[in-house]
């Protein structure tokens, strides 16, 4: 099949989850024999780099990259808040993308299916089914308006609060309004396929794991006794969110009990106050040359989110190397875990301290988790038999 696959931001390098699981997409595709062509917005926050991409893929994607402003413009957010319309996808609104995707098609119309990494890229659906009889296929790694209706719900300040909502609520008329425009729909869990379906959906919809290729990972690194870690953008504001709840309510339970323990948080674009914290045993590193590096370097991840939707990728890679991964339920939503078998799952602080506690005194514990963890990954998200179930939903579509 020839597959037509438009990102929101460059897969390439996969620095994140929403990178890893594109890329996880192309190469179990092109793995399996089909024929891939890559075009993707890029910005100043996501940049595109051709050098840091190797040049097989450059070969096989025949990549092309198109510019947008992504950056918040108050006039724009405030036009959209008279208009109801969503500005989370208005910003993807591009000439050059409608330009570009254009001259695409026209060249080659003989696409089979196109497929849409977000449902912000909605706008262009009009462009490929006047220039391509391909199928549209949208790949929604989240239900958008249940991450920002989450964070409504974790914020304090009654003003941002209600901003929130209503970017919330916009966000859900515009999702629900396109759904029924793709030809189909997959998701990366269950509970939003289930949501689509009960909110309207008529076209196919699925929920298809994350592929991810099968981790190289055996380093001669020891993970340092004691210690935590969490990874992941914190420009992305539950991260932000879960990561200041943890250091304040649950930090100091831990090493009031476990003096030894150590916190290491890695992640771009640090907010300055959490540059500037202080805190004991508390290391804050930004953003880090080699994330795998680190994730080998400590022992127990901590994932405290109190908001989001989809899958976090973090937690699979972690997994894949056999770390022990203290998690909230929403953090794991979408992985088919076994609580304190392969993860653990804390929702409150008190469960928070309490988890920690017994993995930094329980080594065997931390140990079979990890094992049961490594092997969940092995069973449940290799990228090529991911791509054969995309495949199978193509043709179905």
Not at 69 to 85: K, N, Q, R, Y
Request: net charge positive; hydrophobic share 40%; glycine share 4%.
């Amino acid at each position: 099949m020839k597959i037509l696959q438009i990102c929101y931001k460059p897969p390439l390098p996969a620095k994140d989850g929403g990178a890893m699981g594109m890329n996880g997409v192309t190469q179990g595709l092109l793995n399996i024999g089909e024929q891939v062509k890559v075009l993707t917005f890029f910005s100043n926050k996501h940049p595109f780099s051709k050098q840091d991409m190797p040049q097989t893929y450059i070969d096989r994607t025949e990549i092309e990259a198109v510019y947008v402003d992504l950056s918040i413009h108050p006039v724009d957010a405030f036009v959209c808040w008279l208009t109801g319309e969503s500005y989370h996808a208005k910003r993807f609104v591009s000439n050059a993308m409608a330009k570009k995707l254009t001259s695409i098609l026209k060249e080659d119309p003989n696409y089979d299916v196109v497929q849409m990494e977000s449902i912000f890229l909605s706008p262009y659906i009009n462009i490929v089914r006047k220039y391509s009889k391909a199928k549209i296929v949208l790949h929604a790694p989240n239900v958008e308006h249940i991450i920002w209706q989450r964070i409504a719900a974790a914020t304090k300040n009654i003003f941002k609060k209600s901003y929130l909502k209503h970017l919330a609520l916009t966000l859900r008329v515009f999702e629900l309004d396109n759904i029924n425009r793709y030809d189909a729909i997959y998701t990366a869990t269950t509970n939003d396929a289930d949501y689509f379906i009960k909110n309207g959906c008529r076209k196919p919809c699925i929920a298809v794991s994350i592929g991810l290729p099968y981790p190289d990972y055996v380093r001669d690194v020891l993970p340092v006794s004691n210690s935590l870690f969490h990874i992941g953008s914190m420009d992305y504001v539950p991260n932000r969110q879960g990561v200041e709840w943890f250091l304040k309510s649950v930090w100091q339970s831990v090493i009031s009990l476990s003096p030894n323990a150590t916190l290491h948080l890695a992640g771009r674009n640090m907010p300055q106050w959490m540059l500037d914290y202080k805190a004991p045993n508390v290391e804050i590193m930004g953003e880090v040359a080699d994330s795998t590096l680190f994730m080998q370097r400590y022992a127990i991840m901590i994932v405290p989110l109190l908001s989001g939707s989809g899958v976090r990728i973090k937690i699979i890679e972690a997994m894949a190397m056999g770390k022990v991964v203290i998690a909230t339920g929403i953090a794991a939503e979408g992985i088919p875990y076994t609580d304190n078998v392969n993860i653990i799952i804390a929702d409150t602080a008190e469960e928070f301290a309490s988890a920690v506690r017994k993995c930094l005194s329980d080594i065997e514990f931390c140990r079979s988790v990890g094992q049961e963890a490594k092997k969940l990954f092995s069973q449940t998200y290799n990228e090529d038999t991911i791509a054969r179930e995309l495949v199978a939903l193509y043709k179905k579509a």
